[in-house]
């Protein structure tokens, strides 16, 4: 009965387009070397807001607005609003689908919660169950260090190999009709964990999850690296993205000159960011400002999404717990002739 | 294209059964009307393990394997496990799917987190993107109270009209073959929020957007109370359900005799429960341990099963924000002649 089941991977049978998107960022993101990609870049952190917590809203407020615009979309074109992000609860997926009247499916899988977004509502299109889907995420550097680590206030000092999170949020809205990109096959990933336990040092606890979930959308698609053009990961940073490299190796898989990582591309060249970016803004805005146009402009023409999420909580690493991790996949293609 | 959605309600093609399920609660719980019928009471509430954390987890993992060892199913029996809790990070779920290989996404719509799950499982069945999905969620009384509220140790009071978090979990497998109960309709609820701000007061703030979302299910398949022999609420409690029923009364809408809640009926009769039970573990075990059996028999036939979720957190309750609800339907019916 599941006919578009292969192993874990989903193939579309009508593949689902992004129809249209929006992508902004914090300061710091925009002096990147991506800066001038994104749709908007604000120059203060709290956005104009009263609280970190209520810029990031704005953040994805604007995103959902300007990709709607884009694609000539009002609330009453799109069937369903799915949406999620990396504070306690999801309060910014949460709050902002208050102010639409649009079904709301909250999502939680860390900082590949984009990527999950994206397959579920492909998924709810090519089932029959919705025309049109808007799918969201963010992250916001102040909100999340305040949460995950400890209040900026402190000062405190991080490993050179510590992720900086991106303030970033994206918008994406899916359906038949319009633009350029489309969705072909998704593969969810199973969590793992080999015991890493620094949070500080997510990129490495990630990478075999990352490694799991590539590994077997090859196996299910018979397919290899060299069928992609490119693989994306979401936020390993440079020290996930090295050990990748590595796993996939082990398994006769060279990705050495296929493999990029949002995270570690949306600070390259600016100093005293660590491994790169980290959070799930970081694959919500690189999606649409980086690999999308590239697909557009015909550089690119099939390109394997890897949303990369840490599943802890503070609580978990007080409590002693290592960190487990998970990798969802999506093919993202170039229409043909489109 | 949609062909299988009317309004915010998706109609299923083919409607998934509800293959095995299984509900473990606490010991308060345990006391109440419904004591005997779930599958496992623990006798206290750290259930051998050295934190609520833990214990929480341990709840959910024992509600899975009763559940597959009910179903005669194995871990590669299952497509997708889709789940989530109230837990920062929704913990609980990410480190239960640690222990099973099988691909997970995680789900967050507050108490709502159950019916969000199911009908996301439902639809990936009907699809065709799945023939087995597992869906779980749990809530635990200490957790949710330490995080949500005040360290228990504190003694805080609390007014009458609190509601008390279910120490519990639910797993449900949903599939083709096997079963007596299957699901038909489902419907994505929006985000409501009519101001209430007083977080002991959840009943009062999510009974609106229950309301909308029963109100919305009536209109896209053109029923009304008459066509449903139960509503069940997941946790209203007491007062959250005379709001829900007067605000259906607005709009000619009775079902005074038709409505019962999760919350409310878990702690029926127990002293010292305020409004009654909250907490998605109260719609997670109520479901299989109340709601099946009575369809089963026979006394049921067709029933909407209405989560209804508080979507708050206590930044947003210090940041004098009012709290927005959602709630998600399901039509849950004895499979004729099954």
């Known amino acids: 009965m599941a006919e578009k089941l292969t192993g874990q991977t989903i193939v579309f049978q009508n593949p689902p387009r992004i129809i249209s998107h929006a992508s902004v960022v914090g300061k710091d993101e925009g002096k990147g070397p991506y800066g001038k990609s994104f749709d908007l870049v604000y120059d203060n952190a709290k956005c104009g807001k009263a609280s970190w917590e209520k810029a990031e809203k704005k953040m994805v407020s604007d995103a959902i607005e300007l990709a709607m615009g884009k694609g000539s979309l009002a609330?009453?074109?799109?069937?369903?609003?799915?949406?999620?992000?990396?504070?306690?609860?999801?309060?910014?997926?949460?709050?902002?689908?208050?102010?639409?009247?649009?079904?709301?499916?909250?999502?939680?899988?860390?900082?590949?919660?984009?990527?999950?977004?994206?397959?579920?509502?492909?998924?709810?299109?090519?089932?029959?169950?919705?025309?049109?889907?808007?799918?969201?995420?963010?992250?916001?550097?102040?909100?999340?260090?305040?949460?995950?680590?400890?209040?900026?206030?402190?000062?405190?000092?991080?490993p050179p190999y510590k992720q900086w999170t991106v303030t970033g949020a994206g918008a994406y809205t899916l359906g038949w009709l319009g633009g350029e990109v489309q969705l072909t096959q998704a593969t969810f990933g199973s969590v793992i964990d080999l015991g890493v336990n620094d949070p500080n040092d997510m990129g490495s606890a990630m990478a075999p999850a990352a490694a799991d979930t590539i590994i077997q959308h090859f196996i299910d698609l018979q397919r290899g690296p060299q069928d992609y053009d490119l693989i994306l990961s979401g936020d390993l940073g440079e020290v996930g993205k090295s050990l990748l490299i590595e796993l996939l190796l082990e398994k006769n898989l060279s990705v050495k000159k296929k493999l990029q990582d949002c995270g570690a591309l949306i600070f390259k060249?600016?100093?005293?960011?660590?491994?790169?970016?980290?959070?799930?803004?970081?694959?919500?805005?690189?999606?649409?400002?980086?690999?999308?146009?590239?697909?557009?402009?015909?550089?690119?023409?099939?390109?394997?999404?890897?949303g990369t999420g840490a599943l802890l909580s503070p609580v978990t690493v007080k409590q002693n717990e290592s960190i487990p991790c998970i990798a969802h996949a999506l093919t993202v293609e170039k229409i043909p002739g489109g």
């Open 75 to 158: 609330a009453n074109n799109i069937d369903l609003l799915i949406g999620g992000d990396l504070l306690n609860q999801i309060i910014t997926a949460n709050f902002l689908a208050r102010d639409l009247d649009i079904p709301f499916l909250g999502v939680y899988g860390a900082c590949a919660t984009l990527v999950e977004g994206m397959a579920l509502g492909a998924a709810l299109l090519d089932g029959g169950f919705a025309d049109c889907t808007l799918i969201f995420a963010s992250s916001h550097y102040q909100t999340a260090e305040r949460q995950y680590r400890t209040p900026l206030e402190y000062g405190a000092q991080y």
């Open 269 to 306: 060249g600016l100093k005293g960011y660590g491994a790169g970016g980290s959070g799930v803004g970081a694959t919500a805005t690189m999606l649409g400002s980086m690999l999308i146009p590239r697909l557009v402009s015909g550089e690119l023409k099939r390109v394997l999404l890897v």
